[in-house]
C-alpha cells in the first residue's frame, strides 16, 4: 500500500511504498505478465529459447526484489558500545536497483556513513543496509534517504551521511542514450546537516 512521507530532499509529500514484511511474491503472476510481454513484442512464447523464460524471470525477481519483504532494523539491531565517538565511513559498496519507471537497472556505489552516540554497529551490517533498499522497484533519491533513515531510526547515531553514485540504463540503453553518465545523490540527518566540516571530511574520505 502507498502512504505519504515528506521528501528530505525536495520537501514535499510524495507517495513512498511500504515494505511488504512477511508477504510471499506470487511468482505465477510474474510468469503470466512475462507471458503476456513477450506476446506483446511479437514473440512465439512456445519457441524452444522461450519456454522457461517467464520461470526464469520470477525466480529471478524473487532475488533481485528480496528487499520488498526484507526490514533493514533486522540488520541494524546487533549494536556493541564504545568509547570512541569518531566517524564510522564504510565506502564503494557495489549494488544493482532496478529503476521503478522502466525497470531497467541502475547500478554503482554506496558510500555511507555516520557519528556514533556510544554505539556501533558491524561493518557488514551497513552493506546489508543498503541491499535492504536497493533490491526493490526504486527511484536513486528516494533510496538515498531511505539508507540514512534506516541509520539513523535503528543506530540512534548523532548523524548519518549517504551517498550514492549510479549509472541508470535507462539513461544508456534507451531514450538520450549517454552511456557513462552518473547521478549522484547524498543525503544528510543530524549532526551532518549543521557542520559543514563533518560533510567535507566525509567526501574528502570518499574521494581518498
Known amino acids: 500500500c502507498l502512504h505519504l512521507v515528506r521528501c528530505p530532499i525536495w520537501g514535499s509529500c510524495v507517495t513512498h ?5 512477511g508477504k510471499k511474491m506470487d511468482k505465477d503472476k510474474i510468469k503470466q505478465g512475462v507471458k503476456l510481454i513477450l506476446e506483446g ?3 512465439d512464447v512456445s519457441r524452444e529459447g522461450l519456454l522457461e523464460t517467464p520461470d526464469r524471470i520470477a525466480r529471478m525477481y524473487e532475488e533481485i526484489f528480496a528487499g520488498l519483504t526484507a526490514d533493514a532494523g533486522e540488520h541494524l539491531a546487533k549494536r556493541f558500545h564504545v568509547d570512541n565517538n569518531e566517524m564510522v565511513i564504510e ?3 557495489t549494488f544493482y536497483s532496478m529503476c521503478e519507471h522502466h525497470l531497467l537497472p541502475f547500478y554503482g556505489k ?5 557519528i556514533p552516540d556510544g554505539e556501533v554497529v558491524g561493518i557488514s551490517k551497513l552493506a546489508r543496509t543498503v541491499e535492504v533498499y536497493a533490491r526493490r522497484p526504486q527511484i536513486q533519491e528516494r533510496m538515498t534517504g531511505q539508507i540514512a533513515d534506516a541509520m539513523m531510526e535503528h543506530l540512534k547515531p548523532k548523524g548519518a551521511i549517504v551517498m550514492i553514485e549510479a549509472e541508470h540504463m535507462c539513461m544508456t540503453m534507451r531514450g538520450i542514450k549517454k552511456p557513462g553518465s552518473k547521478t549522484v545523490t547524498f543525503a ?8 559543514d566540516a563533518l560533510c567535507n571530511r566525509f567526501f574528502d574520505l570518499v574521494k581518498n
Open 188 to 195: 544528510t540527518r543530524g549532526i551532518f546537516t549543521e557542520q
Open 110 to 114: 554506496a558510500h555511507v556513513a555516520y
Open 91 to 93: 565506502k564503494d559498496i
Open 17 to 21: 511504498t511500504r515494505s511488504r514484511i
Open 41 to 43: 513484442v511479437g514473440e
